[in-house]
């Protein structure tokens, strides 16, 4: 792999030195959670808050999520108290554990499914919620605890496992995958700028780019809307149109050709040629990165975090353009 990579690179650098400032100027993608980072941000943050008394309490719990069913609605309501701005963590009600139930699992901890209604293609629920229930912070604070959080699992030993108001099982652990961090800065210095495109909220995937060194401007996000004082909304920003589309999956499609390529009628569906002539290298680990996997023109490679269908398309490599390298911190 490390020779086709080598060759590539080469190959980039000698292309755009012969025609620099091109009107078709390529670019790289690659996911961040699991590929240029060995975890999942947007799911630490998650317990993070919930364990910290983090969340602000939301007027409804409808306002947080339209996927929410009526049962999960029940089971939030039921343990929220009225007189507290903030949501309890877990020695304040049985709320900490709904919550972390609804996002893990996508059940209550009666077993009722939490979610219902959405387009698994275009949406992840927990994901969406997550960036939703920062309502009320500045993207600054959104900053501040993501550095409490990259502190705390940097800190843990590989392999720990979280806990939290009788619910366990989850990585309590994380840690920068520096071979693709140098991968991406190899690109940049080839001449191909490289976006992380993520389902984790912005502001958190923003402040990750910015603490290895990648450009923070080139970041997509789950976005929330902003309020006139500059604090988040539990609303998130579509893409051209579309409702309920996140940068996951058929989304990441969407919201590339919307924000890197200028489109106002992004397609979910398929790429457009000129996103693909442009989209030279991509990198994720799961099926919903498949989407811009497949987009891209010139090479693809995918981290075999676990079995799914974006690490058997890399395996069976039938275009010769798809690589695959296992976790470098494990499974």
Same mark, same amino acid.
């Given at each position: 792999?490390?020779?086709r990579?080598?060759?590539?690179?080469a190959?980039c650098?000698?292309e755009?030195a012969?025609a620099p400032?091109?009107d078709? +100027? %390529?670019?790289?993608?690659?996911?961040w959670?699991?590929?240029l980072f060995?975890?999942?941000i947007?799911?630490?943050?998650?317990v993070?808050?919930?364990?910290?008394?983090?969340?602000?309490?939301?007027?409804?719990?409808?306002d947080?999520s %339209?996927?929410l069913?009526h049962e999960a =609605?029940? +089971?939030?309501?039921?343990?929220?108290p009225?007189d507290s *701005?903030r949501?309890p963590?877990p020695?304040?009600?049985?709320l900490a554990r709904?919550?972390?139930?609804?996002y893990?699992?996508?059940r209550t901890?009666?077993? *009722?499914a939490a979610?219902?209604?959405?387009?698994p293609?275009?949406t992840?629920?927990?994901? +969406?919620w997550?960036?939703?229930?920062?309502a009320?912070?500045t993207p600054s604070?959104?900053?501040?605890l993501?550095?409490?959080v990259?502190v705390h699992?940097?800190?843990? &030993?590989a392999?720990?496992?979280?806990?939290l108001?009788g619910?366990?099982?989850?990585a309590d652990?994380a840690?920068? *995958?520096? %071979?693709?961090?140098n991968l991406?800065?190899r690109?940049?210095?080839a001449g191909? &700028?490289v976006?992380i495109?993520s389902? !984790? %909220?912005?502001?958190v995937?923003?402040t990750?780019? $910015?603490?290895?060194?990648?450009?923070?401007?080139?970041?997509?996000? =789950?976005?929330s809307?902003l +309020?006139?004082?500059? $604090?988040l909304l !539990?609303?998130l920003?579509?893409?051209?149109?579309?409702?309920?589309v996140?940068p996951?999956?058929l989304?990441k499609?969407c919201?590339i050709?919307?924000?890197i390529?200028?489109?106002?009628d992004?397609?979910l569906?398929? !790429?457009?040629?000129?996103?693909?002539?442009?989209?030279?290298?991509a990198?994720g680990?799961?099926?919903?990165d498949l989407a811009?996997l497949?987009d891209?023109?010139?090479?693809?490679?995918?981290i075999?975090h676990?079995?799914?269908? *974006?690490?058997?398309?890399?395996?069976?490599n039938e275009d010769?353009?798809w690589l695959?390298?296992?976790p470098f911190y494990g499974?």
């Amino acid at each position: 792999m490390r020779a086709r990579l080598d060759a590539f690179l080469a190959a980039c650098a000698r292309e755009l030195a012969v025609a620099p400032g091109r009107d078709d +100027a %390529p670019f790289a993608v690659f996911d961040w959670d699991h590929t240029l980072f060995h975890g999942d941000i947007g799911d630490a943050l998650f317990v993070h808050m919930v364990k910290n008394d983090g969340f602000f309490r939301p007027l409804t719990w409808q306002d947080t999520s %339209p996927f929410l069913t009526h049962e999960a =609605v029940d +089971a939030l309501a039921g343990f929220t108290p009225r007189d507290s *701005a903030r949501l309890p963590g877990p020695g304040g009600s049985g709320l900490a554990r709904e919550m972390v139930s609804i996002y893990l699992h996508h059940r209550t901890s009666g077993g *009722a499914a939490a979610f219902s209604g959405f387009n698994p293609e275009t949406t992840h629920p927990s994901y +969406a919620w997550c960036a939703s229930l920062l309502a009320g912070h500045t993207p600054s604070q959104v900053a501040d605890l993501t550095h409490e959080v990259m502190v705390h699992l940097f800190d843990r &030993p590989a392999g720990a496992t979280g806990e939290l108001a009788g619910l366990h099982g989850w990585a309590d652990w994380a840690r920068q *995958a520096i %071979p693709m961090i140098n991968l991406a800065n190899r690109l940049e210095a080839a001449g191909v &700028p490289v976006w992380i495109v993520s389902a !984790s %909220p912005q502001h958190v995937v923003e402040t990750c780019a $910015r603490h290895v060194g990648l450009d923070p401007v080139r970041v997509i996000g =789950v976005r929330s809307r902003l +309020a006139n004082d500059g $604090r988040l909304l !539990s609303r998130l920003e579509t893409c051209g149109g579309h409702d309920g589309v996140i940068p996951y999956d058929l989304g990441k499609r969407c919201w590339i050709q919307r924000i890197i390529c200028g489109r106002t009628d992004p397609c979910l569906e398929r !790429s457009d040629d000129r996103t693909r002539a442009r989209l030279w290298f991509a990198a994720g680990d799961s099926d919903g990165d498949l989407a811009f996997l497949q987009d891209a023109s010139r090479l693809r490679l995918v981290i075999a975090h676990r079995d799914n269908r *974006a690490v058997r398309m890399a395996t069976g490599n039938e275009d010769g353009r798809w690589l695959v390298n296992p976790p470098f911190y494990g499974a």
